[in-house]
């Protein structure tokens, strides 16, 4: 039995003592503040600190040690034209000298403090940590580390957006797109309200605002630069894609299906219109199935709150028998893909050595790297 599979296990036991609540007594709420410090103790090592694994996280150690290496010969930073706000992480930890598995540690922790914050809001705060745990703590501990920390920061943007903080939901979108640029799909929610009227300005305004954002994102990653992301998405395939994103579609099933238990949220409208989205991203990912699959990442908050909500949509069936479904498809999917998968046995979590930081990188007196 692997790591993965014995935590998975350990926050089940504790998930399972309030599967029946006696005299409205919640084991998991009383100890709220001990079982979420200890989860984000565990889960931020095991992200932070790991082996190199898969092109992305490969690719980062390198652009850090040359960032390092650069500091070392001219005392100053240079840039490596990734995202700022990622780039300013890797800065501090290099001016700290320290090395790149403090990177991971940091943004790792940022991860799962914001998935902790964001699961405390709901009522069954334990089933959003087993999502986590099952499904995306693999796919982005494989080593979409900037797209990790921009999801932490969707998660705060989600909060304050459905709770009407729009200045704050704003600074959250844009340190999002700060760290990682594709988290503008998750922009439309500043143009709409939580309730009332559906659009804060006329619909024109819309259109002339589409067209501004559109003119930006070609600035920003320049026509070259858009061609050749698309050159290199629409040619690479994700088999995995097409059964996550499925996963993504039967969420948003579950919610259209049960959109009356949902209606009185203030996010109803968020995961109204992400639901559409995910189930356009499924039928895309037979197309271009690793943009489908990036993207949908970003949709992460609905299928918490679905998931975590959908228990008490269902009156011929317990809550309890509910959550145990849930459990054992989230238990099938973790344990399948730590034991059958191609690339989860590269996956190698924290170990008390040989781990990247500690030891000089193979590549740097063989790859040229010049950008």
């Avoid at 092109?55 to 490596?80: A, C, P, R, V, W």
């Avoid at 704050?168 to 500043?190: G, P």
Wanted: net charge positive; hydrophobic share 50%.
């Amino acid at each position: 039995m692997n790591l993965y599979i014995i935590i998975f296990s350990l926050i089940f036991l504790i998930y399972s003592l309030d599967f029946y609540q006696l005299n409205n007594f919640s084991f998991t709420k009383k100890y709220n503040f001990l079982i979420s410090s200890l989860i984000f103790f565990i889960l931020s090592i095991i992200v932070g600190f790991r082996d190199v694994i898969g092109s992305d996280y490969g690719g980062y150690y390198l652009d850090y040690i040359y960032m390092e290496d650069n500091y070392s010969l001219y005392n100053n930073f240079k840039t490596q034209n990734l995202d700022l706000i990622y780039e300013y992480l890797s800065f501090f930890l290099i001016f700290l000298n320290l090395p790149f598995d403090f990177l991971n540690l940091l943004i790792g922790s940022i991860l799962i403090y914001s998935v902790l914050y964001f699961a405390n809001k709901e009522k069954d705060y334990l089933i959003i940590v087993l999502i986590f745990l099952s499904y995306h703590y693999l796919v982005l501990g494989m080593g979409y580390t900037r797209q990790g920390l921009s999801i932490a920061f969707i998660f705060f943007y989600i909060h304050f957006w459905r709770n009407e903080k729009l200045l704050l939901s704003f600074v959250f979108i844009i340190l999002a797109v700060l760290s990682h640029k594709f988290a503008i799909v998750s922009a439309f929610l500043i143009f709409i309200r939580p309730k009332g009227s559906w659009f804060y300005f006329n619909k024109y305004f819309y259109l002339i605002l589409l067209s501004s954002l559109i003119f930006l994102f070609i600035n920003i990653f320049e026509n070259k630069s858009i061609l050749d992301y698309y050159n290199v998405y629409a040619l690479e395939h994700s088999f995995g894609s097409s059964y996550r994103t499925l996963g993504y579609a039967l969420c948003s099933l579950l919610f259209f299906s049960k959109k009356s238990l949902f209606k009185k949220r203030l996010d109803y409208r968020y995961l109204y219109l992400s639901s559409i989205v995910l189930i356009g991203l499924f039928f895309l990912s037979f197309i271009f199935s690793t943009i489908s699959d990036r993207v949908a990442n970003y949709f992460l908050p609905s299928t918490f709150i679905i998931l975590s909500n959908i228990q008490y949509g269902y009156k011929n069936i317990s809550h309890a028998m509910v959550r145990i479904i849930l459990i054992i498809g989230l238990f099938s999917h973790l344990f399948f893909w730590t034991n059958f998968s191609n690339q989860s046995k590269y996956y190698v979590p924290y170990r008390m050595i040989d781990y990247p930081g500690i030891k000089p990188s193979p590549y740097k007196n063989v790859i040229k790297y010049c950008c």
